[in-house]
């Protein structure tokens, strides 16, 4: 299996099999072994820069992509590339993923067979961050185009670097390729908004956290304004939400966390510039009404109600 083949099985001759591990492997026994396999050949194209990327051997596979490009072409019985298997074994140079996209650019959007691209595979295995500014960016229509693909569940890659907790820098590369990901949601109903969100509030702490917070606005309503004890309550609420934005307490700093992600997708979904700030004083219609142009969790609509009275 492409996905699981960590090792390298050698028979010996007494038919005993022996496990090595990829890491402890010499030099030259990974060159033999891409050089037996070598002949495997479909469509014409050598296995050999596929082989070598599977078993994380990056010399032989920047060296082979510059003399036989074809063959970063070969795709492997799940239809992985060896741009496959550079991105899901997080390969740590940059150089030796850009010599594979100028061998063969098009792998940028081929699928395996479970409908994951490259940018899926390194989103998903914490790709540097410098990696997946290759795949964005160095054939910039295929790059985008690979943003906007989804996998057989119906997730993007921005889905998948949010769930993973890519490394820094990597979410802002993925939403300036497709800001549309933000909300587009998954066969399960889920998007990345939802991810970061929802799963917060529907959490033990976050439920807690959300409940002391907001629970005066929860019956917030038009007769409220009449009513000033309603309206003391609420006031109390707003205060709490404002001081819980500076606390340091664990919970206040989850809750800090988790807002800061969505002001982030927001602002590239309905495309605020990213330097604007939403401080109290600043700006305060913008993330109202963009929670209120949105399907979304109660509790999202009623802190930025909180935030940004």
Not at 203 to 230: C, I, M, P, Y
């Amino acid at each position: 299996n492409d996905l699981n083949d960590r090792e390298l099985i050698v028979q010996s001759g007494g038919g005993h099999r022996i496990s090595n591990s990829l890491d402890a492997l010499d030099g030259n026994i990974e060159t033999m072994r891409i050089d037996s396999m070598a002949s495997d050949e479909t469509n014409g194209f050598s296995s050999a820069i596929h082989d070598a990327a599977r078993i994380t051997n990056w010399v032989l596979v920047a060296e082979l992509s510059k003399s036989d490009p074809r063959a970063a072409a070969y795709a492997g019985p799940n239809y992985w590339t060896a741009l496959h298997h550079a991105c899901s074994r997080r390969c740590p140079h940059a150089d030796v993923v850009e010599s594979l996209l100028s061998a063969y650019p098009q792998a940028l959007v081929e699928t395996d067979d479970r409908g994951w691209t490259p940018l899926h595979q390194a989103c998903r295995f914490k790709a540097p961050k410098e990696v997946v500014r290759l795949l964005l960016r160095a054939y910039p229509e295929l790059g985008k185009r690979a943003a906007g693909m989804r996998n057989g569940e119906g997730r993007s890659a921005l889905w998948l670097a949010l769930r993973y907790d890519a490394p820094k820098g990597v979410a802002d590369l993925l939403l300036q390729a497709d800001p549309s990901a933000v909300l587009d949601e998954d066969r399960e109903g889920g998007s990345p908004l939802t991810l970061v969100w929802d799963d917060y509030a529907n959490s033990f702490q976050g439920k807690r956290t959300l409940q002391v917070l907001l629970r005066h606005l929860e019956n917030e309503g038009w007769d409220s304004t009449n009513d000033d004890g309603a309206q003391e309550r609420i006031a109390t609420s707003e205060r709490n939400a404002k001081l819980a934005m500076t606390k340091s307490a664990p919970a206040c700093k989850e809750l800090q966390s988790k807002w800061k992600k969505v002001i982030t997708l927001l602002k590239a979904y309905f495309q605020f510039p990213a330097e604007d700030s939403d401080g109290p004083q600043t700006r305060k219609w913008r993330v109202l009404h963009a929670v209120s142009a949105i399907k979304c969790h109660p509790t999202l609509f009623l802190l930025a109600r909180a935030l940004y009275p």
